[in-house]
């Protein structure tokens, strides 16, 4: 059982938006910062958004992160085929001092 | 630019040493964490060792099985795994973050991986 808590699946059309929650609580998501991660099939999760926000160099701006006291959302604008990914979100726990992560979304794009 | 290594086969109760070999960044000013991923299953993280190699912490999981293990002038990170059961196996990956802010920078290169497979 996952520390923090997503969707086991979404989806939508190629164009639309969507969106993916990550429930957690007061010991990890509410203190601490929370990252997404893009795992395409048969390849390594990429850092996709951290300090809750922020994207990495090369990231476009289709994808933004969230967060709200202990939930955050990782959105994607004009959805592509190629987005078509299981999508993690994680943070620091500083209460077990370990990183924690979802058990993974992933996303259908019809 | 990280590059894992080490995995194989191997029978129940044995033992294997990981090795993630990096290029292209400053090692020594990173952090360095090993997740892993059974077939069809999610992420977990196993371990994190400091830029230095002065603080490492465990899942609490795994802990007293696996060992976590840097050598800066190698620009490497290891991961002893001992006592080996069918439940480790799994894709082992490193992934180097950078720390200032606990977890703020998230991890941010992964290397492919290396498969372990614990069999009789």
């Known amino acids: 059982q996952s520390v923090l808590t997503q969707p086991p699946s979404v989806s939508a059309a190629p164009g639309q938006k969507v969106t993916i929650s990550c429930s957690g609580s007061s010991s990890n998501i509410g203190n601490d910062y929370v990252s997404w991660y893009q795992q395409l099939p048969g390849t390594a999760p990429k850092l996709l958004i951290y300090?809750?926000?922020k994207r990495p160099s090369g990231i476009p701006d289709r994808f933004s992160g969230s967060k709200s006291g202990t939930s955050a959302t990782l959105g994607i604008t004009g959805l592509q085929t190629r987005d078509e990914a299981d999508y993690y979100c994680g943070t620091w726990d500083s209460s077990r001092s370990a990183w924690v992560f979802g058990a993974g979304t992933k996303l259908t794009v019809l | 630019q990280l590059v894992e290594s080490g995995g194989g086969w191997v029978q129940p109760g044995g033992s294997l040493r990981l090795s993630c070999v990096v290029s292209g960044f400053s090692f020594s000013n990173y952090g360095m964490n090993w997740v892993r991923q059974a077939p069809g299953k999610g992420l977990e993280w196993i371990s994190y060792i400091s830029s230095s190699g002065s603080s490492t912490f465990y899942a609490d999981s795994l802990r007293g099985r696996f060992t976590i293990s840097r050598d800066n002038a190698k620009k490497s990170v290891y991961l002893q795994v001992n006592s080996l059961r069918a439940e480790d196996t799994a894709v082992y990956h490193c992934?180097?973050?950078?720390?200032?802010?606990?977890?703020?920078?998230?991890?941010?290169?992964w290397g492919p991986g290396t498969t372990v497979t614990v069999s009789s």
């Open positions: 300090g809750n926000n």
């Open positions: 992934a180097s973050e950078f720390r200032g802010t606990p977890g703020y920078f998230g991890l941010d290169v």
